[in-house]
């Protein structure tokens, strides 16, 4: 593998980004609300993570349970505020009640991001056909990765798509980077990584006493050593 892989790891506060940071993690997603799957967090906690770590912050941009956009223009709004907080870098996806995607609701709200790059989150996992999403999002301004875990269930039942769309990278829709995240355990790993995916997102595993409490440096610093051990 010609460059390190990326470990992205889910914060909910500053004490969550510090700890991300000295384990070894790439970039942080930003969030609150858990229980619901996360959901948007505040201006001022992504102000304050800002101005405590030096890593690369995704903030979600989702402010309700489920895929439907809801309300877009305080979506828009939302993304305003994100950036003035100083988030350059975000994360959204959002589906029709049919299970496409709602292009006319991520269109919006990524031409207020200016640019920014961004992630298409698990929606995808839920869409009725991932690859005309992945076909319709193609050329969208500032898309560079795709966080799934192949299937709705988690990746021990999505490896064989996330290993088929690997093998897809470089056609038209497939350019964007595979994020795992979603079950993903250390044992899938060394599979993951031979099949050339370089992206890793990880949640509860980076919490050894769950979602409530913090994450671990240790846990991290796990996932740091195992990824450039197995990409070495």
């Given at each position: 593998m ?6 992205e790891?889910i914060?909910?506060?500053?004490e969550d980004a510090v700890a991300a940071q000295a384990?070894?993690?790439d970039r942080?997603?930003?969030?609150t609300?858990?229980a619901?799957?996360?959901?948007t967090?505040?201006p001022a ?7 405590a770590?030096?890593i690369d ?5 989702r402010l ?5 956009a809801?309300d877009?223009?305080r ?7 994100m950036?003035?907080?100083?988030a350059d ?14 292009l ?5 709200v990524v031409g207020?991001l ?7 989150h ?10 005309a999403l992945?076909?319709?999002?193609a050329?969208l301004?500032?898309l560079?990765?795709y966080l799934?875990a ?8 999505g490896?064989?798509t996330?290993?088929a ?6 056609e038209p829709?497939y ?5 795992v995240g979603g ?10 990584l ?6 890793f997102?990880?949640?509860g ?10 994450v ?11 990824l450039?051990?197995?990409?070495a």
């Open positions: 010609s460059k390190r892989a990326v470990l790891v914060a909910l506060d500053v384990g070894g993690a942080l997603e930003l969030v609300e858990m619901a799957d996360g959901l967090p505040s906690t992504v102000a304050r993570i800002r101005a770590v030096d912050l995704r903030v979600m941009l309700a349970d489920g895929f439907a809801g877009v223009e979506l828009v709004g939302v993304a305003g505020e950036r003035d907080a100083g870098q975000f994360v959204l996806g959002f589906l029709d009640a049919g299970g496409g995607v709602d006319a609701a991520v269109e919006r207020a200016g640019g920014c790059r961004w992630t298409f698990r929606a995808i996992d839920r869409a009725a056909d991932r690859d992945r076909k319709q999002l050329d301004p500032g560079d990765t799934t192949g299937a709705a269930e988690g990746v021990g039942e490896l064989p996330l290993l769309e690997a093998a897809r990278t470089g829709g350019e964007q980077r595979i994020l079950g993903l355990n250390l044992a899938h790993v060394p599979q993951l031979a099949a050339g995916i370089e992206g997102h990880i949640g595993a980076a919490r050894p006493s769950g979602w409530a409490g913090p671990s440096a240790e846990a991290v610093a796990q996932w740091r050593t195992m450039d051990g197995a990409a």
